[in-house]
């Protein structure tokens, strides 16, 4: 019995595979080369996620392609771009944005008076001036919308702006508060913020994936099923390269220890040229019935026989 490295699920947690009398598969030497080549070339698009967020993806590819040393300061740049972005709202929206950094200093205090005995009771709603933890509310509604990441560090460069424009100015006074307010006040204003940003976010992960579809084919199994992940995690059908792999390892028996199925003229083989099926083909009976009824067709003619995947995502 083997175990092979996991390969995330439908909502992207790792799914591990257990093999029975695992065994090594190779290039079928009967299968043209050209095969191949017209099976790479075939046009495949990954399944949107149920639940994009195009946001953390392009963090999560951030951090994956500077690991492999494929885009240097990833992380940074797809900060930037969103930063970019955010101000591009604030300077298209001065006067709102202007108008909920106001509010912001503000809090409705709501205060119900009840007496026991009596039917009723006062209910009194006053204003007054809030304070930072009014801001921290504010912020994080802005975080849920562009994530923590985003956001935080978002404030971290307009504070230190803010910071370098008061020295340069000569003056001590700097209202970090006032900071975050205006910035926590893109979370109220009558625009749309997230739309813009996640749109940013989704060409820049779609950009770096495509210019860099060369070298992440190249990783081992291992890396490259980080990248199914992330290509998994897209709001819209993206065009993905089909990788034809020299070899793989599988397993060959079910889990009672009775031999799995096999079909010749598969790409991979074993020595003998057999393709052993997996269990959901095994019991996939149109599947079946359909390489059962094609196999010998092609075989006569000297071909091969090329197989959808069953419920495949690509």
Not at 127 to 146: K, Q
Not at 236 to 255: M, S
Not at 257 to 275: A, C, E, F, I, Q
Request: cysteine-free; proline content about 6%.
């Amino acid at each position: 019995m083997g175990i092979i490295p996991p390969r995330a699920g439908g909502s992207n947690v790792p799914v591990p595979n257990v093999l029975f009398a695992p065994a090594t598969l190779v290039r079928n030497p009967e299968v043209d080369a050209r095969v191949v080549e017209l099976i790479a070339g075939l046009p495949s698009y990954a399944k949107p996620a149920a639940a994009p967020k195009p946001i953390k993806r392009m963090l999560k590819a951030a951090v994956e392609l500077s690991r492999d040393e494929l885009v240097s300061d990833a992380d940074k740049a797809a900060h930037a771009a969103m930063f970019e972005v955010l101000d591009g709202v604030t300077v298209a929206n001065q006067e709102a944005v202007d108008e909920q950094t106001t509010r912001s200093w503000t809090a409705d205090i709501r205060r119900i008076t009840a007496k026991h005995g009596d039917n009723e009771a006062s209910n009194m709603i006053e204003v007054r001036s809030a304070d930072a933890t009014t801001v921290d509310d504010a912020l994080r509604h802005l975080r849920r919308m562009l994530t923590t990441s985003v956001v935080n560090k978002y404030l971290q460069r307009n504070m230190q702006a803010a910071i370098h424009e008061a020295y340069e100015a000569g003056d001590p006074d700097i209202d970090i508060t006032s900071v975050r307010a205006r910035v926590a006040a893109l979370a109220f204003i009558d625009a749309d913020v997230q739309g813009p940003t996640e749109d940013a976010a989704d060409s820049l992960t779609r950009l770096w994936l495509t210019t860099k579809a060369a070298e992440i084919k190249a990783l081992n199994d291992v890396r490259a099923r980080v990248y199914e992940t992330i290509e998994d995690m897209g709001r819209e059908p993206e065009r993905v390269a089909i990788q034809v792999k020299d070899d793989e390892r599988v397993g060959t028996q079910d889990p009672d220890g009775k031999p799995l199925p096999t079909v010749r003229r598969h790409v991979l083989s074993t020595s003998g040229g057999d393709y052993p099926l997996d269990l959901k083909m095994t019991k996939n009976r149109w599947e079946r019935a359909t390489i059962a009824t094609s196999l010998p067709v092609v075989l006569s003619r000297g071909g091969t026989a090329i197989r959808r995947p069953q419920a495949s995502t690509r």
